[in-house]
């Protein structure tokens, strides 16, 4: 085998691996690779581009060996006042708790804030999550939105345009007025990107405070009929549409049985 640092053509992208073992997105497993955390057969590995034989070799983070999970895929009615992070100093309920897991480390794909409710997804599936929330892609997410008052042609206009914000320029793909009830208005928007907090700081920018905000759909998985805190797994047919929609291959190996789930 050549030295740990060698890249070579043969075996698994070491980021590939990690993140098919629940440690994290790519990009957070790249991240424990160049912070020298990441060893395989006692040798550090501090480089990206290194391949490895998981089936073979030993690989441990932070000293602890990692273990190969089955893949699995999750859809998640998120309330409002649930956390989407791993930890929480507070103690509030985090959306991984709304999963009744077999043992698989779960993280979820983006993010939704605290008072933002509807659909995320949760798997343990690195190349994919990192692929659904990586702009290149343009993987679409559909929002509906109540807001204050009502937009006009050109506020909306506006929005699709873009709005300019420290990190550059926000923007809806689509959008379309659902009804108006009162003083406020419903909407739909479709974003192909999804930074924090996004659709509030865009319609704060046009004067417009959001009420309330439900995330409808992920590429092609919709919210459906699931009621806040449930959870199911995904069908096979809808991990496949989420590959096809990413533009990855279908990993090799029998296709997964419906529940989402399959073995390394």
Known sequence: ????????????????????????????????????????????????????DPLRQEIRVDGERIRLHRLAYYAVNKPSGVVCTHRDPSGRR???????????????????????????????????????????????????????????????AKLQQGVWSSEGKLKAERIKVLGKHKQSTFLEMVLAEGRNRQIRRMLARVGHKVLQLTRLSVGPIRLGKLKPGQSRPLTAEEIEALYEATGLNSPGGPKRKSGGKRRH
């Open 1 to 52: 085998m050549p030295p740990i640092g060698q890249k070579t053509a043969a075996g698994v992208r070491l980021q590939k691996v990690l993140a098919s073992a629940g440690l994290g997105s790519r990009r957070q497993c790249e991240e424990l690779i160049l912070a020298g955390r990441v060893e395989v057969d006692g040798q550090v590995a501090a480089e990206l581009g290194v391949r490895v």
């Open 94 to 156: 985090r959306v991984i708790d709304l999963v009744p897991t077999e043992g698989e480390r779960l993280f979820p794909v983006g993010r939704l804030d605290l008072h933002s409710e509807g659909l995320i997804l949760l798997t343990n599936d690195g190349e994919l999550a990192n692929r659904l929330t990586h702009p290149r892609y343009g993987v679409e997410k559909t929002y509906r939105v109540q807001v204050a008052g009502q937009p006009t042609t050109e506020v909306l």
